[in-house]
């Protein structure tokens, strides 16, 4: 089983940048693939960035080339560093993590909230 704890959300300016932290616990972190997720009101819910137990990374078309995913295992922690934030970017950040054995049990995040905005 696994605990994670998402921080790092908050207001910023168009053009500004945040780096969320995804904190894991009560597992063996390089036994998870992690991904984040962000959620709009009154929107569905949107895959942002995913990251594998080797590192490899993948992203919506909209993030590429703005935002970064990353993992330290040592801290067991996953990070989402963005840049050049748009207000479209405003959404609730949640972290998922995945066994990478079957059945891939799942678990989240309670969200962080992400704001951009003049």
């Known amino acids: 089983q696994l605990q994670l704890v998402e921080s790092g959300g908050g207001l910023v300016q168009p053009g500004g940048s945040l780096r969320l932290s995804c904190a894991a616990s009560?597992?063996?972190?390089?036994?998870?693939?992690f991904g984040w997720f962000r959620q709009a009101p009154g929107k569905e819910r949107e895959g942002v960035s995913c990251?594998?137990?080797?590192?490899?990374?993948t992203y919506v078309d909209s993030v590429k080339g703005r935002f970064t995913i990353s993992r330290d295992n040592a801290k067991n922690t996953v990070y989402l560093q963005m840049n050049s934030l748009k207000p479209e970017d405003t959404a609730v950040y949640y972290c998922?993590?995945?066994?990478?054995?079957?059945?891939?049990?799942?678990?989240w995040g309670q969200g962080t909230q992400v704001t951009v905005s003049s």
């Open positions: 009560g597992g063996t972190f390089e036994h998870y693939d």
């Open positions: 998922n993590a995945k066994y990478i054995t079957w059945p891939s049990v799942n678990y």
């Open positions: 990251i594998s137990n080797s590192a490899g990374a």
